[in-house]
């Protein structure tokens, strides 16, 4: 592993492998390996970058710019969690002195000590999962604490948006009450551009889900850790910027997400529930739709499509 940190003699720091799922990311992944000798301080650690077959030079760059990483080529645009799961594999079994996992986009920038708090806070009993407290790269707060998605929680967002509707637990998905970021707080998930893994919690719950090529994986991860005794929370000593993807400027984007969110409660769910869920969405988006969203408008011809609701996700 590299070394970081001066407070401990090495053999005393924490351990962690850190994976960076690439595809064309060349033009974010400098910054971030910029920020990891900070980042990353207080862990023994080694970077393993899993590359989704870049076509813009991104392997080389990580030779180039991180030649001690291990890089693991997938061949493919196989999706985040196959990525992922192709990274572990390489990596193989954990030994006792790798204390974490922790799963990185290329657009973050970690702030100092950040790495090591996200580890520090697995150290709580019953966690398994930890992320940062994030800021997108104009220095706002990313709420990034979600709940359990349900119909209510989608129509209190049609009613009352995401940022209204998240006061009230009974009512929004996403955690809006800002005293939730000065804690530790519990949360069934949390958005995964960033995020610690314990051990235990990688031992326990196995692979990531490669069905979900893109969206809704580190939801049925966080929900799979959380039905295992494994508690997602807030390290908010961890700090860090995510420059933020297009997902919500994006139509095939979004639709992919809104989609997989079906898909998912699908999984644990009646028919009846589903049907309810999937109603509650079509509402959601329609409603956005008539406000001129060609985001939402996608979403809803995919969702009334039987077809694209059959067909397996992916890119």
């Not at 710019?65 to 193989?92: M, W």
């Not at 998240?166 to 996403?174: I, M, T, V, W, Y």
């Not at 929900?223 to 420059?243: E, K, M, N």
């Not at 001129?292 to 059959?310: E, F, K, Q, T, W």
Request: proline letters at 6%; hydrophobic letters at 45%.
């Amino acid at each position: 592993m590299q070394s970081s940190g001066e407070e401990l003699p090495a053999g005393e720091l924490p351990g962690a492998v850190l994976v960076v799922v690439t595809w064309n990311s060349a033009d974010v992944l400098t910054g971030l390996f910029d920020s990891l000798e900070s980042g990353m301080a207080g862990l023994r650690w080694r970077l393993v970058v899993a590359d989704n077959d870049s076509a813009d030079g991104t392997p080389d760059l990580v030779r180039t710019k991180a030649p001690d990483a291990l890089l693991v080529q997938t061949g493919r645009n196989a999706g985040y969690a196959a990525a992922i799961n192709a990274a572990l594999e390489a990596v193989g079994p954990l030994d006792k002195e790798t204390d974490a996992v922790l799963v990185c986009n290329p657009d973050i920038r970690m702030k100092p000590g950040c790495g090591a708090a996200l580890v520090r806070g697995l150290e709580r009993e019953g966690t398994g999962i930890t992320a940062p407290l994030l800021f997108d790269g104009t220095g706002r707060m990313i709420r990034t604490l979600r709940r359990e998605p349900n119909p209510l929680r989608l129509l209190g967002e049609m009613v009352l948006g995401a940022h209204r509707s998240g006061r009230f637990a009974a009512l929004g998905e996403q955690v809006a009450d800002p005293r939730a970021y000065r804690g530790p707080t519990r949360a069934d998930w949390v958005a995964g551009s960033l995020m610690a893994l314990s051990r235990e919690c990688v031992e326990v719950c196995g692979p990531w889900d490669e069905s979900f090529f893109l969206y809704s994986e580190e939801t049925e991860y966080a929900l799979r850790a959380g039905s295992r005794g494994l508690a997602t929370r807030l390290a908010p000593d961890a700090i860090a910027v995510h420059l933020e993807g297009e997902a919500t400027v994006s139509p095939k984007l979004w639709t992919l997400l809104t989609l997989n969110r079906v898909r998912l409660y699908r999984r644990t769910h009646s028919a009846p529930a589903v049907a309810a869920f999937w109603g509650a969405l079509v509402l959601r988006e329609g409603s956005r739709a008539l406000l001129g969203r060609a985001s939402s408008r996608a979403a809803v011809r995919a969702l009334v499509s039987p077809g694209r609701m059959r067909a397996k996700p992916g890119p």
